[in-house]
T-cell receptor, first 113, second 112 residues
Framework: DGGITQSPKYLFRKEGQNVTLSCEQNLNHDAMYWYRQDPGQGLRLIYYSQIVNDFQKGDIAEGYSVSREKKESFPLTVTSAQKNPTAFYLC????????????FGDGTRLSIL | GQNIDQPTEMTATEGAIVQINCTYQTSGFNGLFWYQQHAGEAPTFLSYNVLDGLEEKGRFSSFLSRSKGYSYLLLKELQMKDSASYLCAVRDSGAGSYQLTFGKGTKLSVIP
């Protein structure tokens, strides 16, 4: 079945450590997105990409980095510069068409050790 | 920029009808989406409106008034499984922009 796969489901980070969250899609979507969700905050956009080898900062990109080397993959690295990384991270993808919704993966819950 | 407002929480009775409102202020508008999100799970797409009026999909309907910057999601014949957060999201009309800005969500509790 087509869909979006995020891994791992749970992740723990030590102080000063970088961690990478995986996102893979087999929907043949051009656009991919990363969101952060905190309690009571809704979804906030971290980074997005509309084409391979190109990506743009969202509203809260500081302390995060991404790459888009393949259409199917859009990994997110949470760097040590992100001082408050504990959150639920959601990856999404969509076709490049105005009426097409974004489809979401099941999320990764990141916590600090 | 965009500003999207939804009520934080609502409670409704099983079998009843509930309306969840969303107001938005945007520099440009190119569509409004509603998503359902159960606790700890991924949001799932419910509906899309870009023109004024009502879109109906089974027990769920969504309404849009662009002139008022207003939408609502109507849930009929409520079931216990409808207890979830409902997210309103607006797409900007900027050239090449397919990003969504999300409201903070409305947590709906359905009680027996």
């Amino acid at each position: 079945d087509g869909g979006i796969t995020q891994s791992p489901k749970y992740l723990f980070r030590k102080e000063g450590q970088n961690v990478t969250l995986s996102c893979e899609q087999n929907l043949n979507h051009d656009a991919m997105y990363w969101y952060r969700q905190d309690p009571g905050q809704g979804l906030r956009l971290i980074y997005y990409s509309q084409i391979v080898n190109d990506f743009q900062k969202g509203d809260i990109a500081e302390g995060y980095s991404v790459s888009r080397e393949k259409k199917e993959s859009f990994p997110l690295t949470v760097t040590s510069a992100q001082k408050n990384p504990t959150a639920f991270y959601l990856c999404a993808s969509s076709a490049i068409s105005r009426n097409q919704p974004q489809h979401f993966g099941d999320g990764t819950r990141l916590s600090i050790l | 920029g965009q500003n999207i407002d939804q009520p934080t929480e609502m409670t409704a009775t099983e079998g009843a009808i509930v309306q969840i409102n969303c107001t938005y202020q945007t520099s440009g508008f190119n569509g409004l989406f509603w998503y359902q999100q159960h606790a700890g799970e991924a949001p799932t797409f419910l509906s899309y409106n870009v023109l004024d009026g009502l879109e109906e999909k089974g027990r769920f309907s969504s309404f849009l008034s662009r002139s008022k910057g207003y939408s609502y999601l109507l849930l009929k014949e409520l079931q216990m499984k409808d207890s979830a957060s409902y997210l309103c999201a607006v797409r900007d009309s900027g050239a090449g922009s397919y990003q969504l800005t999300f409201g903070k969500g409305t947590k709906l509790s359905v009680i027996p």
